[in-house]
């Protein structure tokens, strides 16, 4: 579900399923009164589900299998009752057997304080009398169950008493107790005979404990009365006994071999003795004994053995397998146990595990489950019994065989989209569904205890993903009814179209005949004028879907009457507007469930594919064509993922957000682990978005067509307990809770602006990350608990999905991001205003420095109000909202593009605020002046490509390993920088310095970045190789800057101080109130030429071994040696190492450099040698060590050269004299010194 203006009414018509990734279980059964055969009846399999159902349900298990109990499944078939008319009559057959009244005694026992569940309590008694009085005795014992809210009800009846009759006499006499005494926690009535065929029980709780009913129901199944009331009474009543129901001449042999003669039979009970067993022959104890003369027989009595009652042998009770090569199969019932089984069927406990090694669903005697067909002797294992509600594998109802054997069973009626089928016939895409568990036994459809396991397409895998996407898009919703909120509005022409590949706008209408109209005809104006951004319009969304008065439109526009209108319809309105593509947000194809309209047709999926070839045959291969599909697997089902291919979709928009909300309120199914579907859940959780993932996957769609949903929206709760805020902490319903946002207004829902706007307002904010579901969590006024998407979330999540070869990723809703404020409404205090309004109009004089003209003007006051205004950020792209103007760009560099043109001065008395004019004038002069430097870069790289060779040539390299490293060329490079800036501008403090060291600051920050050491450092060109690489840093660093300035808005990373609060405000302050002219243009080129040139020679003089020598000569004869130079009484000399590289003697081993070079180094590289010996001197003296690092501002103008701008070693004679003795060719002078 995509949130939209009416959030408010989706929210109310979100069901269990909106968001769940795997098949609800239903809350509740089919009604009781279907039928009475609990086979049918749908099955659970945790007691805990039996909650979920607000109606008065029929329960049958085996009761021997503890529902508490870990170690064991549960199957429990239920049914709903509603009334005692809901259940089905039982049968309208009577017993053949007499019956005989005898008075009896019932005992009625109570537990605890009294409740106030009487209700429950007697619609439960109700309904279980009426099931199991209804029965024809068959001469077993009978059990039912009811359930009503936290009431439990038990009922027993022994195979000797008349159904009718036992049920009526227990739940009427405890029906008047509760009607007088009202209901206890827990409550039993009984009587109890001789044997568990003489017992009828009925037991209540009140607290919700079935097991614990389950336990007194098993008592008397073991002919065990109830003991320990609290309190208790006893009355009196007549029940009804059926007399000659056992007795049986044809009890039918089970095995070929036929024995002479058979005797009528007896089975044996619970409690039963031989003493009891005569009574129930009707014959004499010599009679019996004479009958049945195992000298052990009365020792060795098993529950389920038959003995005789007359003369002749027992029928033989071995059981065969079927002709057709089945074992003997037998349906297990809810008070079987393998013990009286082996006894009635003339086999062992060992058989019978043997037996059905290879049956399905055989959990073991231990786990014996009611309902399943199991093997009574050897064989083939017998197809699965079926299961109602099953929706995979092989107990779907009406499945057969069909001559498949055991080992392929799992593989019928696969789960649509290839989802999981577990080991209970349920479909779903979650762990719980995937994962392959063993139970004990290993049979097939089996799984651990605790588990559902899995049968088939198990694991949550993401597949079809070993294609990367040509390109990864990124894809924006525009919410066009964004404009009618009260607040957090934005116009179409702010979207930041650099940050998206595609704008989607939402939505379109489609009338009811068909036809194509738009209702924010502004908005989608301004939409088709975004420039560099494919467009695409959108028709549908969760209203439109599920809205009475337009559900029906895409049902019958799809189908095959009307497909082909409505494709043509859509086909001209995309050419009309020459729009790039369409987006269909049908929600949903084929729905079950959605309150308030029908649900949908099978024939929706197949109608919709159809449909959308249909739109495909029309628009052609140049437009694209996507649709929006959930992430739950049960409204997913009904698309036919397989059949989008690329010649129908070119990508799906995957919805991966709404994975929980207030919806899931009361709903298990819809948080994993939380029974009440109250858990506080992040919407964004990544674990489930990576299910949802390997669904639609596994269903048939390529990772490189779908666009991962990520939100600029957050789902909001209010918590039940202050400071508990994990995912099993709870939240309050079903209504929301939440604190609307004050400009989305609904509760449940907020956007990122507002989230933002409460973490910077509200004192009370707790702003949380949760890694498990990598989501970002805010919590404030106490209760208030928000999961969303911060930017650096959706950023870390469009990397990872990325990595996992996806198309791209799409955002709801790009105007959710932030407050846009329009510029001319901006209230700005506290101006330092010195000009009148009309004065500040005008052009600062040419006396005026940058600085007091931009003060005067108010200029950086203005910004800092301007980004106040704006908020924490993001600011990208803020120069549009500054000139309103979404055409507007000033990061473009180096295309040819450019769009930040200096405002006409003649419009600034029409601005509202004269500062708002300036800066909109000194943002694009800043541009100015940007595009201006790269232009310059351009021409340097050439020069240098050149000037660089030819320097290396005649200063060679002696060891690269001693060249300075990138990061120390790249401040010397700013060095010289610092030297344009004031020689273009005239001083330092000139009107147009500021605004030059403001640029290459910019520049130099950046490019910094993007400059490393890869190069092999051993090679005697990595001067070269480092010098020309900085080059192309630096021309690359224009456009870095510019994208830190202006498609980021962020330039923390740059070195800047001010008076203001947002650091864009400081940058501009003082800067750029004056438009270059072309002197400036000149003087820049040329001094840029100069001090690189100067920079380059100092670096390469070093990195050739060349130092300089101080008091080597005389003053007097200074002079005559090249290079030398007097200064303050000493003769500085440039020299480079000599040739006799062994000779230690009092005249010097070295060269002076040469006229030639000198000359090299003062006229083509701008070489001042006397400030190349004063400021490689200073460097030595203030850094206290030979080759210093300079250290620059980058962003003050300098007249004068940096410390270490120079760094040539300054060395006296004698120190010279001992360095130069012992040192080789090749080895830098450096690695002597240090």
């Not at 055969?37 to 298990?61: E, G, K």
């Not at 009085?133 to 009846?157: C, E, Q, W």
């Not at 959780?685 to 067509?705: D, I, P």
Request: net charge negative; hydrophobic share 35%; glycine share 8%.
């Amino acid at each position: 579900m995509r949130p939209q203006m009416l959030a408010a009414v989706a929210a109310s018509l979100l069901v269990t399923h909106s968001a769940a990734l795997w098949s609800p279980i239903n809350a509740c059964p089919s009604a009781c009164a279907e039928s009475n055969d609990v086979s049918t009846w749908i099955p659970y399999h945790s007691a805990d589900r039996l909650a979920l159902c607000n109606q008065t349900m029929l329960l049958d298990f085996n009761i021997y299998n503890p529902l508490n109990d870990s170690a064991s499944h549960s199957t429990i078939y239920a049914c709903t009752t509603n009334s005692t008319s809901g259940v089905a009559s039982s049968s309208t057959s009577t017993s053949a057997a007499t019956t005989t009244g005898i008075s009896s005694t019932l005992e009625l026992g109570v537990w605890g304080l009294t409740t106030s569940t009487e209700d429950d309590v007697l619609s439960a008694i109700q309904d279980v009398q009426t099931y199991l009085g209804g029965l024809v005795n068959d001469g077993k014992f009978s059990t039912i169950f009811g359930y009503s809210g936290k009431a439990s009800v038990g009922l027993y009846i022994g195979g000797r008493l008349d159904p009718s009759n036992a049920a009526a006499a227990v739940a009427d006499e405890i029906s008047n107790y509760i009607s007088s005494e009202g209901v206890y926690e827990q409550m039993a009535i009984q009587y109890c005979g001789s044997t568990s065929n003489y017992i009828v029980g009925l037991a209540i709780n009140t607290n919700g404990d079935l097991p614990a009913v389950q336990d007194f129901v098993e008592s008397w199944s073991h002919s065990e009365c109830v003991t320990g009331f609290d309190s208790s009474l006893y009355v009196s009543s007549s029940l009804t006994v059926e007399v000659g129901l056992y007795k049986s001449s044809t009890l039918a042999t089970r095995s070929t071999l036929h024995r002479r003669d058979t005797c009528t039979t007896a089975q044996v009970v619970s409690g039963d003795t031989c003493t009891t067993l005569v009574s129930e022959c009707g014959i004499t104890d010599t009679e019996f004994y004479e009958y049945n003369n195992a000298t052990d027989l009365c020792s060795t009595l098993a529950v389920g053995q038959y003995i005789c009652c007359s003369s002749g042998d027992l029928p033989d009770l071995t059981p065969n397998a079927y002709s057709n090569g089945t074992c003997y199969t037998y349906l297990v019932e809810s008070g079987d146990s393998c013990s009286a089984l082996a006894a009635a069927y003339e086999i062992t406990l060992d058989d019978i595990e043997n037996y059905n090694n290879n049956t399905w669903g055989w959990l073991g005697c231990d786990d014996l489950q009611a309902g399943y067909d199991i093997c009574l002797s050897s064989g083939d294992p017998p197809f699965p019994s079926a299961v109602s509600g099953a929706e995979c594998g092989p107990q779907v109802p009406g499945t057969t065989a069909n001559g498949t054997d055991y080992d392929t069973w799992s593989s019928l009626n696969p789960c649509p989209l290839n989802a999981c089928c577990d080991v209970w016939g349920e479909c779903g895409v979650t762990p719980e569904f995937c994962t392959v568990t063993e139970s004990t036994t290993g049979a097939p459809g089996t799984a651990a205890n605790g588990t559902n396991g899995c049968i088939f397409n198990c694991g949550t895998a993401i597949t079809n993903d070993s294609d990367a996407p040509d390109e990864f898009y990124s894809i924006g919703y525009f919410e066009a009814f964004n404009v009618d909120r009260s607040c957090l509005t934005m116009d179409a022409s702010y979207i930041n179209t650099d940050k998206y590949t595609h704008i989607i706008f939402a939505f379109g209408i489609i009338d009811s005949d068909f036809s194509i109209t738009i209702n924010q005809t502004d908005q989608f104006e301004q939409f088709l004028a975004l420039d560099d951004v494919k467009k695409i319009v959108s028709f549908g969304g969760w209203d439109f879907s599920t809205d009475a008065d337009t559900y029906m439109i895409f049902r019958e526009g799809v189908t095959e009457e009307n497909r082909k209108t409505l494709a043509q319809n859509i086909a001209d309105f995309v050419s009309d507007n020459d729009l790039d593509g369409v987006d269909f947000d049908w929600e949903y194809p084929g729905e079950p469930d959605i309150e308030g309209i029908p649900a949908g047709s099978d024939d929706d999926g197949t109608n919709y594919l159809a449909f959308l070839k249909e739109v495909r045959t029309l628009i052609g291969d140049d437009k694209t064509i996507s649709i929006a599909i959930p992430a739950s697997y049960w409204y997913l089902k009904a698309f036919p993922i397989a059949d989008l291919n690329d010649d129908v979709l070119d990508f799906f928009i995957f919805m991966s957000y709404d994975l929980h909300g207030q919806w899931d309120y009361g709903h298990s199914t819809a948080d994993d682990g939380c029974a009440d579907g109250n858990c506080l859940r992040s919407h964004v959780n990544l674990t489930e978005t990576g299910y949802a993932l390997s669904m639609v996957t596994k269903g048939g769609a390529q990772t490189n067509k779908l666009m991962v949903g990520v939100a600029s929206y957050g789902r909001s709760f209010e918590m039940t307990t202050a400071n508990c805020t994990g995912p099993d902490c709870f939240y309050t319903g079903p209504d929301s809770g939440a604190t609307p946002g004050r400009c989305t207004a609904t509760a449940g829902y907020i956007s990122n602006a507002e989230i933002n706007e409460i973490i910077s307002e509200n004192p009370t904010v707790q702003v949380l990350f949760d890694s498990a579901s990598d989501s970002d969590i805010i919590v404030y006024n106490d209760t208030q608990w928000v999961g969303y998407m911060t930017n650096t979330t959706k950023s870390t999540r469009t990397t990872y999905y990325q990595g996992l070869n996806m198309g791209g990723t799409t955002e709801w809703a790009v105007d959710l991001e932030r407050f846009i404020e329009s510029v001319d409404d901006l209230t700005i205090v506290d101006l330092d205003v010195d000009l009148t309004d009309s004065d500040q109009c005008k052009s600062p004089s040419s006396d005026e420095s940058s600085a007091e003209a931009s003060s005067e003007r108010n200029v950086a006051a203005y910004l800092d109000a301007f980004f106040t205004n704006l908020g924490d950020g993001p600011y990208e792209h803020w120069e549009r909202l500054l000139f309103n103007d979404s055409n507007v760009n000033c990061a473009s560099y180096p295309e040819n593009v450019y769009n930040c043109d200096i405002p006409d001065s003649s419009t600034c008395s029409s601005y509202e605020e004269p500062a708002q004019y300036w800066a909109q004038f000194v943002v694009a002069n800043y541009y100015a002046y940007m595009i201006e430097y790269g232009s310059l870069f351009t021409i340097a790289d050439t020069n240098m490509t050149n000037q660089v060779s030819a320097l290396v040539d005649a200063f060679p390299v002696q060891s690269g390993t001693n060249v300075p490293d990138t990061a120390s060329l790249m401040t010397n490079f700013g060095g010289a920088f610092s030297l344009i800036s004031s020689a273009a501008g005239g001083t330092e403090d000139g009107a147009v310095a500021s605004s030059l060291s403001g640029v290459i600051g910019g520049i130099f920050s950046e490019a910094g970045s993007n400059v490393s050491d890869d190069e092999d450092s051993a090679t005697t060109d990595i001067l070269e190789k480092r010098c020309l690489s900085i080059i192309t840093a630096y021309f690359n660093g224009v456009s870095e800057a510019l994208k830190a300035m202006f498609e980021d808005g962020d330039i923390s990373s740059w070195d800047i101080e001010g008076d203001y609060d947002h650091p864009i405000a400081n940058f501009f302050d003082g800067r750029y109130m004056f438009e270059l002219e072309t002197s400036i243009d000149l003087k820049i080129e040329s001094a840029m030429n100069t001090q690189l040139m100067a920079t380059l020679a100092g670096t390469a003089l070093s990195a050739a071994n060349y130092y300089i020598l101080k008091n080597a000569y005389t003053t007097s004869s200074c002079e005559d040696k090249t290079s030398g130079v007097v200064i303050d009484d000493y003769c500085y000399t440039l020299e480079y190492p000599g040739s006799s590289w062994s000779v230690a003697s009092d005249s010097t081993s070295t060269d002076l450099i040469s006229s030639s070079d000198l000359k090299t180094l003062e006229n083509d590289y701008y070489v001042n040698i006397t400030q190349l010996y004063l400021n490689s001197y200073e460097c030595q003296n203030t850094t206290g060590t030979y080759g210093g690092s300079m250290v620059i501002d980058i962003l003050q103008t300098s007249s004068t050269l940096p410390t270490c701008y120079y760094n040539l070693p300054v060395l006296t004679y004698t120190r010279a004299r001992c360095h130069m003795v012992a040192l080789k060719p090749g080895v830098h002078l450096y690695e002597r010194l240090l």
